[in-house]
């Protein structure tokens, strides 16, 4: 265990104890100068962590602080991950992929407090400012999953959406394929990256990146999506480690959901969670542009539309926007 994760872990056994650089150094095997620029950096990434001479350091006692310590305790089978748990990244998904070049196993998780680089859908930016929401990604690998690849964005979507209702008693809707809704604002959205094994053809695995906008920021939305985006809770509304439990909510759902005898559990949640249903939308398939009115989402996660000259599709992907 490197010895920034361990720093995080034994301070969050300790939340809200003091515990002295010197005792932190020799539980650790590491010098105190060596603690101390650890500390340093954490708190440059944005860990609330305090510091008092004489006394030591210790996480402040309240902070949804995001650690593996506070996951773990909430998961099913907590033995199924390996966690990685960092302050400020560039990229949740950039970093797992290169992981996963270099052999992670699946059920590798990287979580972050904030993203620099944070990527939606068609190479959109996520906002992902510190100590408001969640970010994290987990790997796949083929033998992990047993539905097809183009169906795992509206499983991951029916996990964060049961994630969300079960942590925080907020209902949302789902916006195919993969954002969640609540309120008429987008407070989640989902980034599915695979690659393709070039000897066998085969998947060599599969990334899903789940981004998660929890409390209200203490800067505005970016003027760009200030109109479109939101929170899952309200001004002032917190959780007591509500960051974590949510992780490991969505974790456990997904398990469930991505299960072959669940599959169509998932598949009427889906469809029941839609908020496009009667909607009139712009499809977007490559190159493809047209308007449509919004049927139904169907048991194999399609969307269903009706363009403009009468004309029935039923998508397996693409971009749809609201007018």
Sequence with gaps: MNIVKSVLLTLEKNRGEWISGGKLADKLGVSRNTIWRTMNNLTAEGYPIESVTGRGYRLKVGQDVISELGIRPFLNRPDAYTFECRGTVDSTNKILKELARNGAPTGTVIVADSQQSGRGRFGRTFHSPPGTGVYFSFLLRPD???APVHILPAIAAVATS???RETFGVENGIKWVNDIYI???KVAGILTEAEIDLETGT????VIGIGINIYTPIQPFPEEISQIAGTVLG???TLPNGRNRLIAAILNHWEYYSSPVH?????HLFRARS????????VTIGRETFSASVIECDEKFQLI????????RALSYGEVTLH
């Design 144 to 146: 992990a999953y047993h």
């Design 263 to 267: 599959l169509a559990e998932c598949s």
């Design 275 to 282: 908020v496009l249903d009667g909607q009139t939308v712009d």
């Design 183 to 185: 309120d008429g604002r």
């Design 305 to 312: 539309v009706e363009t403009d000259k009468g004309e029935r």
């Design 235 to 237: 001004k002032n509304e």
């Design 162 to 164: 049961e994630g969300i």
């Design 203 to 206: 998947q060599a695995y599969v």
